[in-house]
């Protein structure tokens, strides 16, 4: 593999993440972000494999630069919403996740599902915003 290809780390990345190797993924984005730091689907990729990995503040710290790239990164809204769940952060996780949903509807029925949102399954504010 070509060291200095961005894409082929992005995609190595996915592969490795998607099978459950959630530290082979996390180098292989290391690498995209150091050939292509400006790419925000790079740091989204970091985000997910730190959060993989248990390392919920780094991860948001990924988040974080994916959007200070790209405001438009439908999934780092997302994926900030989860970290911020995550941390029991209700009023920021909803802020995130509303701004997640705006981009793309199809947030309010990823979170009715996803197990990073069971701290506010029961909250009205929650219920509220992933609803019909």
Known sequence: MDRNNAE??????QSWFGAGRCQDGLNAYEEAIHVQPAKGSY??????SLLCLGRTEDSLRAFEKALELDKNLDYAWYSLARCYSLKAEKDTALKHLARAIELKAHYKDMAYRDRSFRNLSNDKDFQKLIEP
């Open 43 to 48: 740091w989204v990729g970091k985000g997910m």
């Open 8 to 13: 082929a780390w992005f995609y190595a990345g």
